[in-house]
């Protein structure tokens, strides 16, 4: 299993940025993905998942309406465009093997991405 991030970088607060991250070494057209946060000081908590079925994605409640998780089955890859982004997103953004919550295995999760909000 190999997941790599991307699209991190520095924003001010109410801007904008889309993550990616390209999966390969398992099926991942039939693979639920998520993202998963980690703020400073704090423990890793998820974010957004998808399912390759018709599922709804589902998100935490914080994010509802601002981020949007969505994948592209045939180049192996899900997103989370952020929006109106506040300094309280500011973590590291990692994608994962699951739909939701947090998975067991280390090796389900990426290295991250960081993101920073502001001004």
């Known amino acids: 299993v190999q997941l790599v991030e991307s699209g991190g970088g520095s924003v001010q607060p109410g801007g904008s940025l889309t993550l990616t991250c390209t999966g390969s070494?398992?099926?991942?057209?039939?693979?639920?993905m998520s993202w998963l946060r980690q703020a400073p000081v704090h423990s890793l908590k998820w974010v957004a998942g998808?399912?390759?079925?018709?599922?709804?994605?589902k998100y935490t409640y914080s994010v509802k309406g601002r981020f949007t998780i969505s994948r592209d089955n045939a180049k192996g890859t899900v997103y989370l465009q952020l929006t109106d982004l506040r300094p309280e997103a500011t973590a590291t953004y990692f994608c994962?093997?699951?739909?939701?919550?947090?998975?067991?295995?280390?090796?389900?999760r990426g290295q991250g991405t960081q993101v920073t909000v502001a001004s």
């Open positions: 070494g398992f099926d991942f057209d039939i693979s639920p």
């Open positions: 998808t399912c390759s079925s018709g599922t709804p994605p």
């Open positions: 994962a093997k699951t739909f939701q919550g947090i998975p067991a295995a280390r090796r389900d």
